[in-house]
């Protein structure tokens, strides 16, 4: 396995691959790996010749207050692991190589940006696209494969590669979980004991919401404001927003007619963690 940090090296990669007729899968990850990103590389793995997976903490998808600085960064682990699934190149660049001085181009993906993460996380999504993008046109790539924690993520990459006719199929896998039930992230490193037991209220609020619509709940409002009052029974959670959105256009829904995302983000203690699941009506 190779790890590249130039774009120049990059680029006589991928287009050695292109002119041996190899198809490309991208998996963009910001590193510290956990069995989650793993699952993107293994389908990755089996779908294509060349196996990129690019590791690089992005700075403009942090607001000024985030976790930019802290956020866990191991590159030896990430690299042992990515070789042990069969991945053939890790493209690791500097900040500097991908926003070099003078850089001022931005995408925004308008519809899918503002809610849910979007509104406590300003510009967020700006980063995201613009990254997402950038290492698209970097490894040109046939799949590019995205988990389905990110929700929101998803949903504005899939509408920026529509809109802008991108030539690459968004992959999306689905939520890889600990055996407890918690969604896999980087971020469940800054957990403490009592955090980590604290930060399985995430899953077990989805689990209660589907039982509330098993028990014939329809009002999208009502299935909010319990899910709310279950939240708050773990005294060390503070919510963000619980949401019933439409799986496609992430608008909230009033009735619970139809298939809905219920997506979370809650802070335990001052880790900020998002869940979702798909609600069976
Ligand atoms: O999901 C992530 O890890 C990041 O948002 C991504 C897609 C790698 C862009 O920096």
Redesign the pocket.
């Known amino acids: 396995m190779q790890i590249l940090h130039t774009l120049d090296e990059m680029h006589k990669l991928v287009s050695a691959a292109r002119r041996g007729g190899k198809s490309i899968g991208l998996v963009?990850?910001?590193g510290f790996f956990h069995a989650g990103h793993l699952s993107l590389m293994q389908q990755a793995r089996k779908d294509n010749d060349l196996v990129v997976v690019?590791v690089?903490v992005?700075p403009t998808?942090f607001g000024p207050s985030e976790d930019f600085k802290t956020y866990p960064r191991d590159m030896d682990h990430d690299a042992r692991l990515a070789e042990s699934v069969g991945v053939d190149v890790i493209f690791n660049p500097s900040p500097e190589e991908m926003y070099p001085e003078g850089y001022s181009t931005y995408v925004e993906v308008e519809r899918f940006s503002k809610g849910l993460c979007g509104a406590s996380r300003p510009g967020h999504f700006r980063g995201?696209a613009t990254?997402?993008l950038k290492l698209m046109n970097i490894t040109g790539p046939d799949r590019a494969y995205?988990g389905m924690k990110?929700y929101q993520?998803l949903r504005v990459v899939q509408r920026m590669a529509a809109d802008l006719n991108l030539c690459v199929q968004i992959v999306p896998m689905p939520i890889f979980r600990e055996p407890d039930g918690l969604a896999m992230s980087s971020r469940n490193t800054y957990l403490n004991p009592a955090e980590r037991r604290a930060a399985l209220i995430l899953k077990k609020a989805l689990e209660y919401a589907q039982r509330l619509i098993d028990e014939g709940v329809t009002s999208a409002d009502e299935l909010r404001i319990r899910v709310v009052e279950f939240i708050s029974t773990e005294p060390l959670a503070q919510i963000d927003y619980v949401e019933a959105v439409d799986p496609d256009t992430l608008d909230c829904i009033k009735t619970l007619d139809h298939n809905a995302v219920l997506a979370l983000a809650v802070k335990i203690g001052n880790t900020r963690l998002i869940d979702n699941t798909i609600l069976k009506v």
Do not use: L, R
Request: charged share 10%.
């Open positions: 963009p990850t910001m690019s690089f992005n998808q995201v990254v997402c995205f990110d993520q």
